[in-house]
Nanobody, 118 residues
Framework: KRPLMESGGGSVQTGGSLRLACELPSLRFNMAWFRQAPGKGRKGVATIYPGTEYTIYSDDVKGRFTISQDRSKNTIYLQMNDLQPADTAAYYC??????????????WGQGTNVTVSS
């Protein structure tokens, strides 16, 4: 079993919503969601600090996406509202890093695809 298991990707139309989930063995670590659009590099989207539940978002998703955690299920979520075609990407959860710094994370899920059509 992979240490991080994502679920919840799919296809929606512009303005639609999806919720991604990532199950972890523990919520002790800082957690984050990254995304990688076709032909582009992987970028941070949102992160949550498990102790304080402090969150950080990238500017392009702020106000539309919400990262949260459920300690009883060892799961973090990414609620994505008002989805736009530019949000089309493979979404990855990651653990053990700092903020939205890609190179700081050493545990990754396999990714889940999100496609937004106009």
């Amino acid at each position: 079993k992979r240490p991080l298991m994502e679920s919840g990707g799919g296809s929606v139309q512009t303005g639609g919503s999806l919720r991604l989930a990532c199950e972890l063995p523990s919520l002790r670590f800082n957690m984050a969601w990254f995304r990688q659009a076709p032909g582009k590099g992987r970028k941070g989207v949102a992160t949550i600090y498990p102790g304080t539940e402090y969150t950080i978002y990238s500017d392009d998703v702020k106000g539309r996406f919400t990262i949260s955690q459920d300690r009883s299920k060892n799961t973090i979520y990414l609620q994505m509202n008002d989805l736009q075609p530019a949000d089309t990407a493979a979404y990855y959860c990651a653990a053990g890093g700092y903020g939205l710094k890609l190179e700081s994370y050493n545990l990754w899920g396999q990714g889940t695809n999100v496609t937004v059509s106009s």
